[in-house]
């Protein structure tokens, strides 16, 4: 049932925009979603499935690119939005396949993965994440981004959240490569700011994308901007602080220091 909501309210945002092509790119995020769905269950694995999320990310993004793609009149807002998104689908689909080679397993899907149903309905939520995330940036490449002042300034944004997320991202892995800080929490660093700096950064990142294409969107179209709206709700209530919290209360939570933490440090940056 869930994954029929999923599907239907991704298909619905981008059935308002009127754009055939931004149609067809969210009917083939889940298509690619569902095929990959099949193995992985066979398998009885989730190690591809951080991956398969950044390839259908590319894809769909190439697939608006080569669309309204014309060697006679480059669009040069097209080209660096599309790099951009696809630079960062391949850093963070890596780093988190390297991940969870490293550790053997990822423990979120331990149980989900059993059942058919569920571990389908995380598929389609990939697929839906792809969906609404990059909606803005699809239909915009769909009509042709406009560099102008918003351009720039959401590129700003943008390269903000990147750098913040690769930062974060690099000193929690170092953190927890020294074997000193085994079954510790990390508290320094960007770490010492924020209690999830990364996903502050990815927040920031597709806010960023959303001001580069809010020039090129009119009408209904603007529904597409629901991106980084989704993208705060999908890590701080779904698939990211919340399940990380739960498990830190569990294994820190008699300690004094980690709540001083928690209650000295805001989850991303002041109200937020």
């Given at each position: 049932m869930f994954s029929a909501i999923a599907f239907f309210f991704s298909y619905s945002i981008a059935y308002l925009t009127g754009i055939e092509v931004v149609k067809n790119a969210v009917l083939l995020a889940f298509i690619i979603q569902w095929i990959l769905f099949v193995p992985a269950y066979l398998l009885q694995t989730e190690k591809f499935y951080d991956i398969s999320g950044s390839i259908t990310y590319i894809s769909v993004v190439s697939y608006c690119f080569l669309n309204n793609y014309d060697p006679l009149f480059l669009n040069i807002g097209n080209i660096i939005l599309s790099i951009i998104i696809i630079?960062?689908?391949l850093r963070l689909g890596t780093f988190l396949f390297i991940r969870i080679k490293k550790a053997g397993e990822d423990i979120?899907?331990?149980?989900?993965?059993?059942?058919?149903?569920?571990?389908?309905?995380?598929?389609?939520?990939?697929?839906?994440?792809?969906?609404?995330?990059?909606?803005?940036?699809?239909?915009?490449?769909?009509?042709?981004?406009?560099?102008?002042?918003?351009?720039?300034?959401?590129?700003?944004?943008?390269?903000?959240?990147?750098?913040?997320?690769?930062?974060?991202?690099?000193?929690?892995?170092?953190?927890?490569?020294?074997?000193?800080?085994?079954?510790?929490?990390?508290?320094?660093?960007?770490?010492?700011?924020?209690?999830?700096?990364?996903?502050?950064?990815?927040?920031?990142?597709?806010?960023?994308?959303?001001?580069?294409?809010?020039?090129?969107?009119?009408?209904?179209?603007?529904a597409t901007?629901?991106?980084?709206?989704?993208?705060?709700?999908?890590?701080?209530?779904?698939?990211?602080?919340?399940?990380?919290?739960?498990?830190?209360?569990?294994?820190?939570?008699n300690l004094n220091s980690y709540k001083d933490y928690k209650k000295n440090t805001p989850r991303l940056i002041g109200f937020l």
């Open positions: 630079i960062w689908a979120r899907f331990r149980e989900i993965k059993k059942s058919p149903t569920r571990f389908f309905m995380t598929w389609t939520l990939q697929g839906m994440w792809v969906s609404l995330c990059s909606a803005c940036a699809l239909a915009g490449v769909a009509k042709g981004i406009i560099i102008n002042n918003y351009f720039y300034f959401g590129l700003a944004i943008f390269l903000i959240g990147f750098i913040l997320e690769i930062i974060a991202d690099n000193q929690k892995t170092k953190f927890r490569s020294n074997p000193e800080n085994k079954d510790k929490f990390i508290n320094s660093g960007l770490w010492k700011l924020s209690r999830h700096p990364n996903y502050l950064g990815e927040i920031l990142l597709w806010l960023g994308i959303s001001i580069i294409s809010l020039s090129s969107l009119e009408g209904l179209e603007l901007l629901i991106s980084p709206l989704f993208t705060y709700l999908l890590l701080v209530y779904v698939s990211g602080i919340r399940i990380l919290e739960y498990n830190g209360d569990k294994k820190w939570g």
